[in-house]
């Protein structure tokens, strides 16, 4: 079973990734300027509270200790405390994370059928006006600024027309599917371009290949040899870019979550890096890598269920 | 009888960034019930898109004009839904590229069933029963199970019968083959060859099987259609047009057939040993097993196993074997391009693994290769001339000016004109790059030429062309050379020596008349036997 | 007649020449105007003007003024500068490292290439922006660290691209023909493999040219890329942000510009594929 041993693999492989992240987050702190210590305890800390609390943490041992003292800590799910919140960075990751998942969700839900139709249309209208407007669309899509856009929006839809919330994200489901809504419009608007693009080449490529020519020589339906033939294996490349894309919505959720006042991690996030709450810093970046790292696995493994090939 | 297909003034024309092309102008001809017709011609001659022309399989930007009539209806009156009912109903087809045809993510049953659940209704179960049924007429082992399998796990040769299997679904009553066999090995092609000729006889199938290869037509058609630059120059029964060409081209192409071909082989060797191969090994590690996660390097696959023989200084020594033979891995091996296992080679007496620093650059100077695929053997960034000149300045044995002027000679040397000089590769000819490329490796004045596969991405006239200068070449410059080839028609007429691989073992070794007039290996009996022959012409034998 | 056309107009000659010509002209004038801004903008990006704030497009100030009465036309100009730069910097920078890293790992293989491709792993496991606003976050705000956070986390694309190109090329036969004919490695790499790997690589490096723009202006409109008063587009849309109700011009130009701009490189980026395809 080839398949098997390609799971097993890929799942041997994660191993160095997640070293490789652990000291990556680890050194955002230990390169960082300044005592992150005494930004915890504050400017009136004595010198003697400083030097307990840095003999707890292990910060006076050579780095590589503090390294494997810091391994240990995340393993136990303590990722350190904010300054700011004064509060344990795992509890305030699980406090914040809902609503960044819950735009995610609401993102991939609006593009995921938007890109299909568009990318089908643009496809098999080739070069003709739809899929030359479907193309200005993406081009246009692409150069626009995420933010800039939200800012508009919300001006228009919120400020102006009144229809939508632009801050804050609302009670109960139906709340927060009316308070998320232009956050999740903005950024779909910039990622459905990126998809359909590349949806788009896929099923053209797939279209022009052998055995298509092969399912019309049997005399099969065009629709059939769409639906049955061509959107299969055309699904393939573009799942793996959505891997990628989602890894890099985790990212782009942080401006429009700052633009309309979303109490999401990306929020939280910025509010970290600028109010040098480190420890933050240091637990969400580790918590977005864990996280896209999952993601990557997921859409791996899907790949695997579908094409026969993979581990070959 | 009325015909079963007549096409008569048929004209494509392809809408391209560079004008409209005429692919193919005038053509017409018939096949009758139950008979094979062959259609013959080089690359360019427009003999596969005349075929598909006649199924509507064209691209997009194909312009198609003239009559089409199948079964007394005009093919080009139909809507596509009725079209889409003769296509794997009454006139179904077969490819040359038997991988690129299945779909990859469904499963090979599945493939063969789906024609019939749309032109016959048939359900799941009924269409999968008659799928297997169709399978075992193909003469797929253990059909049930493979079945199941993916396209990927068939080998070449199964992928094509699974094709066939696919085509014969709705028992059709014509089946259009455009060069089946061209991407398989002689062997494989000698059994799909056979079960098309079962086909028709047992079933009355009228076929219409499009090839670049003579001999393969010769051997299953009735008559045959010879097309040239997308027109038609002659036609008529395969014995006719062999025996009694009235065409020039034909003729030509007769001519330029391997069996054929006027050709020596040279003055006799020396028989001082040039290049002796001893026990030599090449392993390849399995794919896939990566060495980081503790893959096990003792798994791998023999390239090679226990290979030795000698090459004699001046004569030309052909390596035959089908894919997976080792043949290129032998060549690669000697030139250092793959690391050996075991086993060694000496070059004029030296090991190659003990030579030093200048008598390394002396063997890189004396042992050079001509490769197998036009384009892909020349840099596309660099111009002709450069790329000839090249290696004589690099190896100091001129300056770049004057590099140039002997990469001038050796260009009239190969039979190039000079105008192509500054052409990059991608603007010449097949056969005006592999005169290139023997060009760059006469550059270093070698002693031994290795060629692999030289002329089998060429056309067969060009392929005359390119053996003719590399025999000239070799009187001229006192070469040896070791021909790498699957044509045993070619190594026949071309090699004084002869060595048959397969999958990485030596058959036999001898002098060429012995191994072709008296094979000692079952293998070797087995490839003469399957190889195409013009003389073996259907129905009956040849006249001396 | 059997017409199995869809009948499209002829293409021209040259596929991607118009896509190519149009970006190109786009980004020609963003040069000019970035490059002219001292003699081309009507006034000082940074004078303020406290009688005239939030003043609406007019004759005087086309883009009209923002909250300190600046010239928000002027600031577009001033701030191309340094999104441009942003740009040239944030893309030329990654491509050096990429290619000497891709070119190596792929060439070479082995150990070299193991550890290579592990750290590409890595890399790519966290989410871009994240990392680098979290780098930024370690440095400081600010577009030197912006730099050098791009320098350390955007070569990972690179790499693997060129070094895709050069497992392919490798087994490319005029490869093994250089290597037949006794050529180093040196020469091989460098006058055999690379000029073929780079088609790719630049293609895809004026889409990337885009991304790094965008992703420089968001940081800057976050607070963590350019610092105000500095004329660059993110922090104007940010700067104009409280006031966008009764002012909207003050996000709206810097934002029209961020478009155009980026309009040229996915045009140029387009054009150039679609030549390549063709070469193929």
């Known amino acids: 079973m080839p398949q098997i041993t390609y799971i097993g693999r890929r799942l041997i492989s994660l191993i160095p990734v997640l070293i490789g992240i652990s000291i990556i987050s680890f050194l955002l702190v230990k390169l960082s300027p300044g005592d992150p210590i005494r930004l915890l305890l504050g400017p009136r800390a004595t010198d003697e509270a400083v030097a307990a609390v840095r003999l707890a943490y292990g910060l006076d041992e050579p780095a590589w200790r503090q390294y494997f003292v810091y391994i240990g800590n995340v393993l136990e799910g303590d990722l350190g405390r904010s300054i700011r919140y004064r509060l344990p960075v795992s509890e305030l990751i699980v406090q914040f994370l809902p609503r960044t998942l819950f735009l995610i969700g609401y993102v991939m839900a609006i593009t995921i059928p938007a890109t299909l139709a568009l990318a089908v249309i643009a496809a098999r209208t080739q070069d003709r006006l739809a899929d030359q407007a479907i193309r200005l669309f993406t081009v246009l899509g692409m150069s626009v600024p995420v933010f800039w856009l939200a800012v508009l929006l919300g001006r228009y839809f919120g400020a102006e027309l009144g229809w939508f919330p632009v801050s804050g994200w609302g009670e109960g489901f139906t709340g927060h599917l009316h308070h998320l809504f232009l956050p999740a419009v903005s950024t779909s608007l910039w990622l459905i371009p990126l998809l359909v693009r590349n949806l788009r080449g896929a099923l053209i490529e797939q279209m022009e290949s052998d055995y298509v020519v092969a399912c019309r020589a049997k005399g099969l339906p065009e629709g059939i040899i769409f639906r049955r033939h061509i959107l299969r294996n055309s699904v393939l490349p573009t799942l793996h870019l959505l891997g990628i894309m989602v890894a890099f919505l985790i990212g782009g959720s942080v401006v429009v979550e700052i633009v309309y006042a979303v109490p999401g991690l990306g929020a939280l996030m910025v509010g970290s890096v600028i109010g040098r709450d480190y420890y933050v810093v240091q637990g969400l970046t580790l918590a977005y890598a864990v996280g896209t790292v999952l993601v990557t696995l997921t859409v791996d493994l899907l790949t695997a269920a579908i094409d026969p090939r993979t581990g070959r | ?544 | 007649m059997i017409d199995a056309t869809a009948g499209p107009a002829p293409a021209p000659r040259r596929p991607g020449t118009a896509e190519i010509a149009v970006g190109g002209i786009i980004l020609l004038g963003w040069l000019v105007m970035a490059l002219g801004a001292d003699w081309i903008a009507p006034y000082d990006p940074n004078a303020i003007d406290l009688r005239g704030i939030l003043g609406a497009p007019s004759p005087a100030h086309p883009f009209g003024t923002d909250q300190l009465g600046r010239d928000v036309l002027s600031r577009v100009l001033h701030g191309a500068r340094i999104d441009i730069w942003m740009g040239l910097v944030g893309v030329l920078a990654p491509l050096a490292i990429g290619i000497a890293v891709g070119l190596v790992s792929g060439y070479f293989g082995g150990a070299v290439d193991m550890a290579m491709m592990r750290l590409v792993d890595i890399t790519v496991a966290f989410p871009f922006f994240i990392l680098v606003i979290a780098i930024v976050g370690v440095l400081g705000p600010g577009l030197m660290n912006y730099f050098i956070a791009l320098a350390l986390v955007a070569w990972v694309a690179y790499a693997r691209l060129i070094r895709a190109e050069v497992l392919v090329l490798k087994r490319a036969e005029f490869v093994d023909a250089a290597r037949t004919l006794g050529f180093p490695h040196r020469v091989i790499l460098f006058r055999h493999v690379l000029p073929n790997a780079l088609g790719p690589i630049l293609i895809y490096a004026w889409t990337d040219a885009l991304l790094v723009i965008l992703a420089g202006a968001s940081l800057g409109f976050l607070g963590l890329g350019a610092q105000p008063p500095t004329a660059e587009w993110g922090v104007m849309i940010a700067d104009g942000q409280p006031y966008v109700i009764q002012a909207w011009w003050i996000c709206f130009f810097p934002g029209l510009a961020a478009v155009t701009l980026g309009l040229g490189l996915i045009l140029v980026s387009d054009g150039l594929a679609r030549r390549h395809q063709v070469d193929q």
């Open chain 2, 1 to 544: 009888m009325k015909p079963l297909v007549e096409i008569d003034s048929l004209a494509v024309d392809f809408t391209t960034p560079d004008g409209v092309v005429n692919a193919v102008r005038g053509v017409g001809f018939k096949v009758e019930p139950g008979e094979i017709l062959g259609i013959v011609g080089e690359s360019g001659s427009g003999k596969s898109v005349s075929c598909r022309a006649l199924l509507g399989l064209l691209p997009r930007h194909a312009r198609v004009g003239g009559r089409i009539v199948y079964d007394g209806r005009e093919l080009s009156t139909l809507t596509p839904a009725e079209l889409a009912a003769v296509r794997g109903r009454q006139v179904s087809m077969i490819f040359q590229n038997p991988s690129s045809h299945l779909d990859p993510l469904m499963t090979i049953g599945e493939q063969v069933a789906e024609p019939m659940k749309f032109h016959f209704g048939l359900d799941r179960r009924a269409a999968r029963r008659r799928a297997l049924e169709l399978l075992e007429v193909v003469r797929i082992q253990d059909a049930g199970t493979r079945m199941n399998a993916y396209p990927h796990e068939l080998s070449g040769g199964m992928k094509q019968r699974v094709l066939i299997a696919c085509a014969l679904a709705c028992e059709p009553r014509l089946l259009l083959a455009d060069e089946p066999t061209t991407a398989l090995d002689v062997t494989v092609q000698a059994g799909i060859l056979r079960l098309l000729r079962t086909l028709n006889r047992e079933r009355g199938l009228s076929m219409i099987l499009v090839s670049h290869d003579l001999g393969v037509v010769a051997e299953v058609c009735d008559r045959v259609v010879v097309m040239r630059g997308g027109e038609v120059v002659e036609q008529g029964t395969v014995t006719d047009v062999v025996r009694q060409p009235r065409n020039a081209y034909t003729r030509e192409l007769i001519d330029s057939q391997p069996g054929r071909l006027e050709m020596s082989s040279g003055r006799h060797a020396r028989p001082a040993p040039l290049l002796e191969v001893k026990g030599l090994r090449v392993r390849f590690a399995r794919r896939g097993g990566t060495v980081a996660f503790g893959g096990d390097k003792t798994q791998g696959i023999d390239a090679l196993a226990d290979v030795s023989l000698d090459v004699h200084a001046g004569e030309t020594f052909g390596i035959v074997g089908e894919s997976g033979s080792g043949k290129s891995t032998l060549a690669r091996a000697v030139l250092g391009l793959v690391d050996t296992s075991a086993g060694s080679i000496r070059y004029d007496g030296r090991a190659l693994a003990g030579l030093d620093k200048s008598e390394r650059a002396r063997f890189r100077r004396d042992v050079q290769m001509v490769f197998q695929s036009p384009y892909d053997s020349l840099n596309p960034r660099m111009r002709v001339l450069d790329a000839i000149a090249e290696p004589i300045w690099r190896h100091r044995l001129a300056d770049p000016g004057e590099a140039g002027e002997r990469a001038a000679e050796l260009m009239d040397m190969v039979e190039l004109s000079p105008a192509l000089a500054r052409r990059k590769p991608r603007q010449l000819s097949g056969g005006q790059c592999q005169r290139v490329a023997i060009a760059r490796a006469l550059a270093l004045s070698p002693r031994l030429l290795i060629a692999d596969e030289v002329t089998s991405a060429l056309d067969v006239t060009i392929q005359a062309q390119v053996l003719r200068l590399l025999a000239r070449l070799k009187e001229m410059r006192d070469l040896t050379i070791i021909y790498i080839s699957h044509d045993l028609a070619v190594v026949r007429r071309f090699c004084n020596r002869v060595a048959v691989l397969k999958q990485g073992r030596l058959m036999e070794v001898g002098y060429t008349r012995t191994v072709f007039e008296s094979p000692s290996s079952e293998y070797t009996r087995e490839l003469i036997a399957s190889a195409p022959d013009l003389d073996a012409l259907r129905g009956g034998a040849v006249p001396a």
